[in-house]
């Protein structure tokens, strides 16, 4: 049973460009939470997701940024007009159902780097 | 924001127990205590979690007060590949972890 899987791993963009990163959830997992860590800082929610919803958008920024997560396919978190300030790891994680008594399993991340 | 409360930073001895301190004094009852780690900026690491009753895995034990307002994380037998950001995180309403600063464990020889 595949982990989360996030890709690219690695993302260079230049200044205006968009990045779209994803996350392919665990298998039966239906639960998608994204997490931003800027460099020697914390991780910081910024949005959860249920399959073709958006449940909690709480820690987005409210411009550039946004998510979804179809209904086939990974999920998708897209920055659009990317500014240095955006250089960071972006961490996916998903959990197979809503419940505070279940754990969610985190990808290895993209770092995104805006040139 | 983060409900918890950690020390910044903790050394142990490799071979030796790791007995990671957490307080979450405000915790509500039906709020979870979740344990994870990031080693060298990887993603988190899930490690244990618990609601009252002290928990054990292969990983780890989890032991909480009886009051739930503080809990201890403890690694047996901690190796230098322990060395990471240990979280302690209260699962708030909605399903969200909440992340805060962690506590920096650095095992040595």
């Known amino acids: 049973n595949a982990g989360v899987m996030q890709n690219p791993r690695h993302l260079v963009r230049r200044r205006g460009q968009e990045a779209r990163l994803r996350c392919s959830p665990m298998k039966g997992h239906s639960h998608v939470y994204w997490y931003r860590q800027l460099p020697e800082e914390g991780l910081k929610f910024m949005v959860y997701l249920q399959k073709e919803n958006i449940i909690d958008e709480s820690g987005m920024p409210k411009e550039r940024f946004s998510a979804e997560f179809p209904k086939e396919g990974p999920s998708i978190l897209r920055i659009q007009q990317v500014v240095r300030g955006d250089s960071a790891a972006y961490f996916c994680a998903s959990s197979p159902q809503l419940s505070m008594n279940t754990e969610a399993f985190f990808g290895q991340g993209t770092r995104l780097t805006v040139v | 924001d983060a409900k918890t409360t950690q020390p910044t930073s903790m050394d142990c001895a490799e071979g030796r127990a790791a007995n990671l301190p957490c307080n979450h004094s405000?915790?509500?009852?039906?709020?979870?205590v979740y344990w994870y780690r990031q080693i060298h900026s990887q993603g988190p690491q899930y490690i244990i979690h618990g609601l009252k009753n002290n928990e054990t895995n292969e990983m780890a034990s989890l032991i909480i007060t009886e009051d739930r307002k503080s809990s201890t994380l403890i690694l047996p037998h901690a190796t230098l590949r322990d060395t990471a950001v240990y979280y302690c995180?209260?699962?708030?309403?909605?399903?969200?972890?909440?992340f805060g600063a962690g506590t920096i464990l650095r095992v040595k020889s």
């Open positions: 405000t915790i509500s009852g039906n709020e979870y």
């Open positions: 995180i209260v699962r708030v309403d909605g399903n969200k972890l909440v």
